[in-house]
């Protein structure tokens, strides 16, 4: 098995409540902070123009339905997660 199956075979298996739990153990003793973020629409929203729709996202690949911009999804989301903090926090 290689190792992204069995990550995600050990991820998968446990509660979401214990894995919040770890996660914020872990931060706190390196220091960090935990910010959670509601997921609503990221996946479907374009990082660049904004438009949602819940066709543009293809698997592992966004492709924004309004202007084209083709991106790795995670990525895409992970931007608007950004955008988000930096006005948010
Ligand atoms: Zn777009």
């Not at 390196?30 to 819940?54: E, L, P, W, Y």
Request: glycine share 6%; with cysteine.
């Amino acid at each position: 098995m290689d190792i992204v199956k069995r990550f995600r075979t050990i991820v998968g298996s446990w509660a979401p409540s214990e894995m919040q739990k770890s996660i914020d153990y872990k931060a706190r003793n390196a220091g960090k902070i935990i910010i959670n973020v509601n997921s609503g629409h990221r996946s479907q929203r374009c990082s660049k123009c904004g438009h949602v729709n819940k066709n543009n996202s293809h698997g592992l690949i966004f492709i924004c339905r309004n202007c084209v911009f083709e991106f790795n999804a995670n990525l895409n989301a992970s931007r608007k997660i950004e955008v988000f903090f930096i006005y948010e926090y």
